[in-house]
């Protein structure tokens, strides 16, 4: 199948010994969340008794979580009582010299000011194996899974320049927000969504409204009111 014009490429490397042994990055569209799989799209409201639309049936909301690529963990990772265990099988003659640990850590001194800042709590850092070479002129957004606070860590955000910053890996540091969290965080849950960001110098210009746009706002506002699907239908850009 031939490329699309407009189709950009993201390229993802990991050391050799763990080629067929990571799970590979992937679009973000391949990575709903199962609740979100099971959320039905219209509830009628208790109030009103009238059917309403739910977030599944919003576009922007899925746009969000859908644009991108996820980078998943590396193994299962197990946590008791604050503890941190796994067990990352490596293929016998691994060369990299790359740490083959799944998390490390941040001494919490280096939050101090933040809100991510807690005296007695390192800020975890997840530890990716991906190298990633984005096209020239884009710059890569890092940032938590859109709409995942289902995940006991929020991962911190973070702009990096990866067509220029790309033979190491991008490492992810997170809140581990979930204190009272025991179990096991399964091998390929999503630490972080990759957002290609084109790099370009933008102006702001506020004004008020003029006739002609006040007129195009009442229009606009009458069809949100009296109609369905009027983003979707008349103003939402394809994605994919």
Not at 52 to 66: G, N
């Amino acid at each position: 199948m031939e490329p699309k014009a407009d189709e950009m490429t993201l390229t993802f490397r990991c050391p050799p010994e763990l080629a067929g042994v990571l799970p590979e990055p992937i679009p973000a569209v391949l990575g709903l969340p199962e609740w979100f799989k099971a959320m039905p799209q219209r509830v009628v409201n208790p109030r009103s008794g009238d059917q309403q639309e739910t977030l599944k049936r919003c576009p922007p909301f899925i746009d969000a979580m859908t644009y991108g690529f996820l980078i998943p963990l590396a193994t299962d990772l197990k946590v008791q009582d604050g503890e941190f265990t796994w067990n990352l099988d490596m293929p016998s003659g691994a060369a990299s010299n790359h740490a083959f640990s799944p998390i490390d850590f941040h001494d919490p001194i280096q939050a101090v000011g933040s809100p991510f800042f807690d005296d007695d709590r390192y800020i975890i850092k997840f530890v990716n194996f991906w190298t990633i070479e984005a096209p020239s002129g884009y710059s890569l957004l890092f940032t938590h899974p859109v709409n995942r606070r289902d995940l006991p860590f929020t991962a911190l955000t973070g702009l990096v320049d990866c067509d220029a910053y790309r033979d190491v890996p991008v490492q992810f540091p997170a809140h581990w927000h979930d204190a009272a969290f025991n179990g096991v965080l399964p091998k390929g849950t999503p630490l972080v969504q990759c957002l290609p960001v084109k790099r370009e110098t933008w102006t702001a210009r506020c004004e008020a409204l003029s006739a002609e746009a006040m007129e195009r706002f009442s229009d606009t506002n009458d069809s949100l009111r009296q109609e369905t699907a009027v983003y979707r239908r008349n103003f939402r850009a394809a994605k994919r």
